[in-house]
């Protein structure tokens, strides 16, 4: 079962907004349906607040990242280590954070980043991040690794 959830981040406040089922193959894909979602906040709502995307790897596909940026929000999402910059390099080559590169399937540059994330056996992982909008290395690693900590919780 997958599902699709919409939350909004308020302060130290995570209130989830909007959720889908995705029913699998022959459907709108869960990426599809996060931009449909993410489309359809309160203009209000909207308006008043600041709006920054945060998603996990699995939205961080070039149809979703041009969606949000067509929508002139700014994200910040998780992407593969076997990603393709422009010149065909994967980055997981890269060895500065920071950097502004360019993604195979983006007409613009974004910023990269990434940190460790520590398994359950105790091993490191790589994890890649990056921002549609020019930030710190520190802060894209820094929403990247902490989005889904339990204190953002209601």
């Given at each position: 079962l997958h599902i699709v959830v919409l939350y909004l981040v308020i302060g130290k406040w995570r209130i989830p907004w909007n959720f889908r089922v995705w029913k699998g193959k022959g459907t709108a894909s869960p990426a599809q349906m996060a931009l449909r979602m993410v489309r359809n906040l309160p203009k209000k709502l909207t308006q008043k607040f600041q709006v920054k995307i945060l998603a996990d790897t699995a939205f961080g596909t070039k149809d979703f990242i041009n969606g949000i940026r067509k929508i002139k929000y700014h994200a910040v999402i998780g992407?593969?280590?076997?990603?393709?910059?422009?010149?065909?390099?994967?980055?997981?080559?890269?060895h500065r954070r920071g950097q502004q590169v360019k993604l195979v399937g983006l007409d613009f540059p974004v910023t990269i980043s990434w940190y460790y994330f520590k398994r359950?056996?105790?091993?490191?992982?790589?994890?890649?991040?990056v921002s549609t909008q020019p930030l710190k290395a520190s802060t894209i690693s820094w929403w990247g690794k902490h989005r889904w900590q339990s204190r953002w919780l209601v």
């Open positions: 992407i593969g280590c076997n990603r393709k910059l422009v010149n065909g390099c994967p980055v997981k080559i890269l359950d056996n105790g091993q490191f992982v790589k994890r890649y991040i």
